[in-house]
């Protein structure tokens, strides 16, 4: 993603909900990335704990963090998101350390942000921001979370198409006004992963792609071989006559997102071989049907199943990294090597 | 659900996997319950730390517990649960502390178990363990947990009735073979909930019932006044415009546990009054449509939305409490007081 950032003339502010760790954050510093993006203020804290002084909260301000945002804009560079005049009012009532306001954009997700077409909504904000004098308009920024419908690496393509000349105009809207120079930011994996053109654009954060997972194989912007993590679990029942083994990961380990299987009927994960070195190929065939809390269903051909016993490990590979990863406190590599994960980088 | 156990004659050993706190295991206590039923080795070790010294891990016995499984038994009374020989082997083969061994039934959920009417795979369970000196075979316990698939009292009941008639008709198998005295042990929630009738039962282990969810007003095993917890979540966004809410309250904070509204559409939860003395009245038409990591997209009728602002805190009941309650490392009371709750209670 580095190589592709310069390749493209872009920054990278890779995303650290995915893995929320400060060893992994490490390795993308080891790759020039000096600002990080975050999902909460807890997680801010949490990285600016480790050393990094440029972070981006990419989640709509509330007044109820406004104390510990403070906090941490008189330690780091702090850019904050908004989309509404509500929240920049609390912000700028606030005699508060120097912030970086970046205006929230929907570009056709229509989770937050202001409408891409509402341009009497972006200019009001843009000068209420302007008029606070410890406020920086930093630019628009935008998360086209509705690549995840799309399929495919043309239709990956066409959002991202559709979303950064949606993101320009707006930024077009408010040169008009006299708003100049202002960053334009974008980020998901799989527009990040699949465009090559990123023009108009300032910055990408991107942050599942550190793990992948199969949604992300579903939908294209990558293959079965990027897949980074998997959750080890043990084996604690087998049923030849049912051609299913239970496991020792249920719910509160995997997490319940799902992706239909060719009848529509939801699945929870796949089998991921475990080879001495890494992950192995992708056992789509051997797909959890089902979770309890603490319990997997997985079903197993024949052939795969007269091979498994009570205490074996098997290794399942998540729909969802983002999701799966937060429910645990660490990783462990091939190599035995434990790398932390922050616990509390959720909300509080 | 002690009113309702005494009144059967059956013993409560109630499920802590919802509430994973010594204090409300402690309510339990006070309501006479002296053994407690735990989901991993991980939770009974914490319930054993904080007192409890009758404990039953409801989940399949393997072979990388062993050692933790035996310092508990030093400690404490504990039953464990097989349903296969090679764990029996595994437990015989240890030189190790007296342990309950319950052979786990299904008796028509398929997930763990020996099948109801696998007459010789029962007895060849039972002789298993009978021949191990250190170990006790206690009896047999299943989980109906296909009475979550049952809708309204009636069906829920059949289920009861289907499931206690094979629980009992295995134990008379293992009656025949010589096996006598053993112990019958069931519990789900729905079931617990609505059967009157336990004839032949010796033990109910219900844990959802604590605080119940809106699955549970689905089945019809509670009210939708019985609704014990929910999630306390901020408004960050406020959209008129397409009659939603955006709250900060993600599937890393609820789970994406999910039922179907009327077309088929998967809901993450719904509002909940929050009254000063508790949880007030369901809003079942301000329903969670989407979440994705930290946000949650709520719809909301335009009544409703006029009076919601940037800041507010909504609640919001879970679809299911098990797996929402895991998320969390505590509970707040509507006095104020917090209430812990176990963090690693789960697979470490």
């Known amino acids: 993603m580095a190589t592709r950032a310069r390749a493209a003339g872009v920054r990278l502010r890779p995303h650290a909900k995915t893995h929320q760790s400060a060893t992994l954050a490490g390795w993308f510093h080891d790759h020039g990335a000096r600002g990080i993006t975050v999902s909460s203020t807890a ?19 509330q007044p109820r963090d406004l104390e510990a945002i403070d906090a941490l804009a008189r330690r780091v560079q702090l850019g904050v998101l908004v989309d509404a005049l509500p929240a920049v009012e ?20 229509h989770r937050c942000g202001v409408p891409h ?19 920086e308009l930093a630019g628009l920024l935008t998360h086209a979370g509705h690549s995840y419908a799309a399929t495919g690496a043309e239709a990956i393509r066409a959002v991202h198409r559709e979303s950064s000349a949606r993101l320009r105009a707006a930024a077009g809207r408010l040169h008009a006004c006299g708003f100049d120079d202002l960053a334009v930011s974008v980020g998901d994996t799989p527009t990040c992963s699949i465009a090559r053109d990123f023009d108009g654009i300032d910055e990408i954060r991107p942050g599942n792609f550190v793990f992948h997972d199969l949604m992300q194989v579903a939908i294209g912007s990558c293959s079965a071989a990027d897949i980074g993590v998997a959750l080890a679990c043990p084996v604690v029942g087998v049923y030849p006559g049912r051609g299913e083994i239970v496991v020792h990961g249920g719910a509160v380990h995997l997490g319940k997102e799902s992706l239909p299987d060719a009848d529509g009927r939801p699945t929870y994960g796949c089998l991921i071989d475990l080879a001495a070195e890494g992950l192995g190929a992708l056992r789509d065939e051997c797909v959890v049907t089902a979770l309890s809390q603490e319990h997997g269903v997985v079903r197993v051909p024949p052939a795969r199943l007269r091979g498994l016993r009570i205490g074996d490990l098997v290794a399942i590979a998540p729909v969802h990294a983002c999701l799966t990863c937060d429910l645990h406190d660490g990783y462990t590599t091939f190599d035995g090597t434990t790398i932390e994960r922050l616990h509390g980088g959720r909300w509080r």
């Open 43 to 61: 997680m801010a804290e949490a990285f600016a704990a480790h050393g990094w002084t440029d972070i981006t909260i990419a989640f709509p301000v």
């Open 90 to 109: 609390a912000l700028a009532a606030r005699d508060a350390a120097r912030l970086r306001v970046w205006i929230k954009v929907d570009v056709g997700y």
């Open 117 to 135: 077409d509402d341009a009497s909504g972006l200019a009001a904000l843009a000068r209420a921001i302007d008029a606070a004098p410890h406020l």
